[in-house]
């Protein structure tokens, strides 16, 4: 099924897109225009392509919530024009096995990426996000930040290249993924990576993976907390900074809750 969203020019749209069966979207925002849009739902095949628009802006959240019996594969490219916005945020909490891809071409000067992962996986899920970012043209800037929390023998991949062309000077690139194991059967595998073909960049990757704090948690159990609570807090702490980079407010306090309700559910008494 092939779903269309076209944004006019300097017009501002809010919308949400349930999934119930694979579907193919084209996204294109005209100059100056906005659009919002929440991805939701049951869905196994995503393919998303958009076009931002010179100076237009783009927010999209890619919410996955899939049972334990549905293994999903998203695929999004995003051409982003001239002095152009873009923050995508893909937020794995289900129960299947997932794997994202993501393609963002920069191709205006001015153009500004932000691009934000947020997975927790227990059992024995299998989540993997690989990202491409082409730097083509001078002065533009990507931040990209993927945090994972990872228990029982759950394993998760992030694979991160940022490419930056012969000619694209004044880029500014920001790759950082950090891991959290829970336990020592969980596996994560993390490839951050560089290519940059000019001078005068500014371009700076890096990855970390480690348990939860031992002292924190003793801290916390010395003034009466439960060690099941003090790992439900540490591991909520750890996905705040993600959950708010999304600028609508709504939906900021409903991914806390739904953190929540899934780290929960993961540590049952």
Do not use: W
Request: charged share 20%.
């Amino acid at each position: 099924m092939t779903m269309e969203i076209a944004v006019a020019k300097g017009e501002v749209v809010e919308k949400t897109v349930e999934l119930t069966t694979d579907k193919v979207l084209h996204i294109h925002i005209g100059h100056g225009g906005k659009l919002r849009l929440l991805l939701c739902g049951t869905c196994q095949q995503l393919t998303t392509e958009a076009i931002v628009g010179e100076g237009a802006s783009l927010d999209l959240c890619d919410l996955d919530t899939n049972p334990a019996d549905i293994t999903c594969q998203h695929l999004l490219h995003i051409r982003q024009e001239a002095n152009s916005q873009a923050f995508v945020q893909s937020i794995s909490l289900g129960q299947g096995s997932t794997s994202n891809t993501t393609r963002v071409d920069l191709c205006g000067e001015g153009a500004e990426l932000n691009l934000d992962g947020l997975v927790i996986a227990s059992g024995t899920q299998h989540i993997d996000n690989h990202t491409y970012v082409t730097h083509t043209v001078p002065h533009c800037t990507s931040y990209q930040l993927f945090k994972y929390v990872l228990d029982e023998q759950a394993q998760g991949t992030y694979a991160g290249l940022v490419k930056v062309n012969p000619g694209a000077h004044h880029t500014h690139s920001e790759q950082t993924n950090h891991n959290l194991c829970a336990t020592r059967q969980t596996r994560m595998f993390a490839q951050p990576q560089l290519e940059i073909y000019n001078d005068d960049v500014r371009c700076n990757h890096g990855s970390s993976t480690g348990q939860l704090d031992e002292s924190a948690l003793f801290y916390m159990r010395q003034r009466g907390i439960s060690l099941r609570e003090a790992r439900l807090l540490l591991m909520t702490a750890f996905t705040s900074e993600v959950i708010n980079h999304i600028r609508i407010p709504a939906l900021q306090e409903r991914l806390h809750e739904l953190v929540e309700k899934r780290f929960r559910m993961n540590n049952k008494e």
